[in-house]
């Protein structure tokens, strides 16, 4: 998906989302036939204007209904407002259409998670890294599910976990919160793979997935 903040040349610069927001309102208002209306919804989900930015995605797609980038816009505000059927409904519109569109099958694999499908959320990330090999945060993932929760080398927690003792929620939770994420989410991936009705279990994995996606951006 295209970066509305991108210059021509392509690099992208952090602007204000308040100037952000006023600039594609006033363009939107002086053209409201604009494809403006999907980074301006971008800009609203972005600041927590949720509603909105579903509302403005929803209308320019009824006039612009091949608009790859706004669909997937829709996909990520419906995500946010706990929209999972309407986020997988828009995501795979566009995978259809647009079977290379990489974001697309990063959300998909994200919302394959949420809903307890690990074998759809790797195939997803498999198209992932083969579209992006420099994603290294959706290769790590991917490396979990597919070793489904198999010990490693280098941690001493990890290599502990050969003990079922230890592959309980309790102890995950304390994994995850003293920031031992890599720990956390085998863990987690273990308990739901032996109890797929776990819903707790579900979640802290999910958690952990964030976590180690947001330890790789810093």
């Known amino acids: ?117 690990l074998d759809r959320a790797v195939t997803h990330l498999e198209r992932v890294v083969e579209l992006d090999p420099a994603d290294q945060d959706s290769r790590a993932q991917l490396e979990l599910l597919q070793g489904r929760g198999a010990t490693g080398e280098g941690s001493a927690i990890l290599r502990l976990l050969d003990d079922e003792t230890f592959v309980t929620v309790t102890f995950g939770t304390l994994c995850l919160q003293q920031g031992l994420v890599d720990e956390a989410a085998t863990i987690f991936l273990r308990i739901v793979k032996r109890d797929p009705s776990n819903a707790v279990a579900w979640k802290r994995l999910e958690d952990a997935l964030n976590a180690k996606r947001a330890r790789r951006k810093v």
């Open 1 to 117: 998906m295209a970066d509305p903040t991108a210059r021509p040349g392509g690099a992208s610069v952090a602007q204000d989302p308040v100037s952000t927001i006023r600039r594609y309102e006033e363009r939107l208002a002086k053209d409201p036939t604009s494809l403006a209306f999907a980074p301006l919804a971008e800009a609203y989900r972005k600041v927590g204007r949720t509603q909105e930015a579903i509302a403005l995605c929803e209308d320019g797609l009824r006039r612009y209904p091949h608009y790859t980038t706004a669909r997937v816009i829709l996909a990520k505000a419906y995500l946010d407002a706990g929209n999972q059927d309407g986020a997988l409904q828009e995501l795979t519109s566009v995978v259809s259409r647009a079977p290379d569109d990489v974001q697309s099958h990063r959300l998909l694999a994200e919302l394959a998670v949420k809903r307890g499908a």
